[in-house]
């Protein structure tokens, strides 16, 4: 019987901590700072234990990791050196849904002499993005042919039915990590063309995509599209771009935050529990909070009746409500977002997922590919962003404590041995990719 240590019992771990549960030949230990939110996952099963761990205190987390086989990083990304540098030191496999850090890259060579497999990127987004990619791009080159162009967008939204506040979005994970997403550089090929994108400018390059079953979105570049062409093996590609869904609107909304200042997190005074019309003014260098929305509509060149200035004003920027405890804008931000775009127990999440290849076939003829995933949340219950993020790790943690991944390293899931097994369970759970075929 193996024994996996879990750490963290945050927003995504509750499907696959009861995946898991659900195998009595593993015994689960759920370590979290709050015992309760451990506990809350364990729910008295017999082959489960919740345990109080501040991971700052390196010597207990060192003799729990000693104590078991398998660890699994749900903390957030900074903390996975820590937890992996006692993992070689303890001969313990690894299990993260995060990319594959600098840190832990320099870390390989020492991980596979000693015949350890620390497995990454196992999530959503990394995760089914690539195994679902890489399943079609090596099926394409095993019949000989070649992808010359490959779009790649994810994104967690509201359901269609659910989508009813003015921002279209709601958090279905860290309010501060989706911010903190919308303030990267981002990268990409386009017609053979390498583009930069400053992270002041990411929301300047919006463009619509549609989704059969439910129309129109917007999607903006995600971080550095360029590296999948090696990761992926996409030696002929021309255009390779990823991007982030959202509904219409999004990006002229968080552009025009990101010119308020708003996405600062450089201390500044006189903003804490004042009016968040206070704080504006005070940010804008505007002396008539009364005028407030006027002025920055002639300041920034938008319509006083724009939309964007609705979002904002609906969000209770221009109003007389005290912001909280903070010294800078950033974090008062994340937190009046985390207030106001929130899911009631009875609404669902969606992730939306797509894949468009162009390709070229061994006999010369063009077709076109889409592989698209609709998953939806459980009203009341488990939302698709915790589904589709805990699942496929919780999947490589049981395929690998019964020995069925023959793998050494730093590894993420593009290759075969990974991929086509762990897609396979997420189909049995409900979790798919509908693809789609078209002669050009």
Not at 100 to 128: A, T, W
Request: proline share 4%; glycine share 8%.
């Amino acid at each position: 019987m193996k024994n996996i240590l879990i750490l963290g019992a945050g927003l995504v771990s509750r499907p696959g901590v009861k995946y898991l549960l659900g195998n009595s030949n593993l015994n689960i230990i759920v370590a979290d700072i709050f015992p309760e939110k451990a506990e809350a996952l364990i729910e008295g099963s017999t082959n489960g234990k919740a345990v109080a761990l501040d991971i700052n205190d390196t010597e207990k987390l060192d003799v729990m990791i000693s104590e078991n086989d398998i660890i699994v990083s749900l903390l957030p990304w900074t903390l996975h050196m820590k937890v992996a540098d006692l993992c070689i030191k303890n001969n313990k496999n690894m299990v993260t849904t995060s990319y594959v850090s600098d840190g832990m890259k320099i870390l390989d060579p020492l991980i596979r002499e000693k015949g350890l497999l620390f497995i990454n990127e196992v999530g959503v987004d990394p995760g089914i993005d690539h195994m679902s990619a890489k399943k079609i791009i090596d099926e394409v080159e095993k019949e000989g042919g070649k992808i010359l162009e490959f779009y790649s967008y994810t994104g967690g939204l509201p359901a269609p039915e659910n989508n009813d506040n003015p921002f279209g979005y709601k958090f279905s994970w860290s309010p501060r990590g989706v911010l903190l997403a919308s303030r990267n550089s981002a990268k990409f090929l386009e017609n053979g063309i390498v583009v930069d994108i400053p992270g002041e400018e990411l929301f300047l390059n919006c463009r619509e995509d549609m989704v059969d079953e439910l129309g129109d979105f917007e999607v903006y570049p995600n971080r550095d599209s360029i590296i999948y062409k090696e990761l992926y093996g996409l030696d002929d590609v021309t255009t390779l771009i990823r991007g982030t869904y959202r509904y219409p609107g999004w990006c002229r909304t968080l552009k025009l935050m990101i010119d308020l200042g708003l996405f600062s997190d450089i201390p500044t005074k006189g903003i804490s529990r004042v009016p968040y019309s206070e704080a504006m003014s005070k940010l804008e260098g505007i002396s008539d909070k009364e005028d407030l929305k006027k002025q920055i509509s002639e300041r920034y060149k938008i319509l006083l009746d724009s939309e964007e200035l609705e979002r904002l004003e609906w969000l209770g920027l221009f109003g007389d409500e005290l912001t909280p405890d903070h010294d800078n804008f950033f974090e008062i931000l994340s937190d009046l977002m985390e207030k106001k775009l929130y899911y009631e127990d009875s609404e669902k999440d969606m992730v939306l997922m797509k894949h468009t290849f162009t390709i070229l076939n061994k006999d010369g003829s063009k077709e076109k590919v889409t592989s698209t995933l609709i998953d939806y949340g459980i009203p009341g219950g488990d939302s698709s962003m915790s589904r589709t993020v805990s699942l496929p790790l919780a999947i490589s943690v049981k395929m690998m404590a019964e020995g069925k991944f023959d793998l050494t390293g730093v590894q993420i899931p593009v290759i075969s041995d990974l991929y086509l097994p762990i897609l396979a369970e997420l189909e049995n759970l409900g979790i798919k990719m509908a693809e789609k075929r078209t002669s050009l």
